[in-house]
């Protein structure tokens, strides 16, 4: 197999998938593709490099959206497909959330719909700032909820025995708490209907 950093990246994004992001290493990576670890620096010249390179082709598959996706949308919209396309995209690696946050964008594939979306934006009113503002909103609930969820459920079908809701309940004094308890079943279940709900709560509050 020819060793490229198209390889490495699908590659390295597979063994995330197995192991989780504390436990990817360079050396996880290179047994995977039957190398030694120093193969990878012709490539990338640290971990992080690499982790990048991964979080931008995760948010890539979040922008690349068809064009007929975008007919009739108007910023509302537009608010919803992002946060929509970003959590699927997020929650389509294992630590997705976690990999990508706080990386560097390695290419400009990215720029071109935010450029997009961000003219609708104006065209509606928004000032660039007031546009940047909401569209960083969405990006940051977006990425701290997969965050939370992932942490539940690292992959679907997977559950956190630590987030269980009757151990947790045991925890608590019901007498002194009865509503925390209560909110075990909310805070750590119901996943979608919950990110749905409170990115309804931010277009709401942009709207008015």
């Known amino acids: 197999m020819a060793l490229d950093r198209d390889t490495v990246v ?10 989780g992001l504390d436990a990817l290493t360079l050396r996880r990576i290179a047994a995977s593709l039957d190398v030694q670890a120093p193969a990878l620096y012709w490539h990338f010249k640290n971990k992080q490099e690499l982790v990048d390179e991964m979080a931008t082709r995760v948010l890539r598959s979040a922008t690349e959206v068809p064009e007929a996706e975008w007919a009739g949308l108007d910023w509302r919209g537009v608010a919803r497909r992002n946060g929509h396309g970003l959590r699927r995209a997020l929650l389509a690696h294992r630590d997705g959330a976690r990999m990508v946050a706080g990386t560097h964008l390695t290419d400009t594939s990215a720029y071109a719909s935010m450029e997009r979306t961000l003219a609708i934006f104006t065209a509606a009113g ?25 942490a539940v459920q690292p992959r679907p079908g997977e559950r956190d025995p630590s987030y269980d809701v009757a151990t947790r309940a045991a925890r608590m004094d019901a007498g002194a708490t009865p509503l925390a308890v209560a909110a075990g079943e909310e805070l750590f279940s119901d996943f979608d209907r919950r990110y749905q709900a409170g990115l309804d709560v931010i277009v709401r509050g942009l709207d008015r």
Do not use: C, K, N, P
């Open 126 to 150: 928004f000032s660039l700032s007031a546009a940047i503002t909401a569209l960083t909103t969405v990006y940051h609930f977006t990425v701290g909820f997969v965050i939370e969820e992932q």
């Open 10 to 19: 699908r590659t390295a994004l597979a063994v995330l998938d197995e192991v």
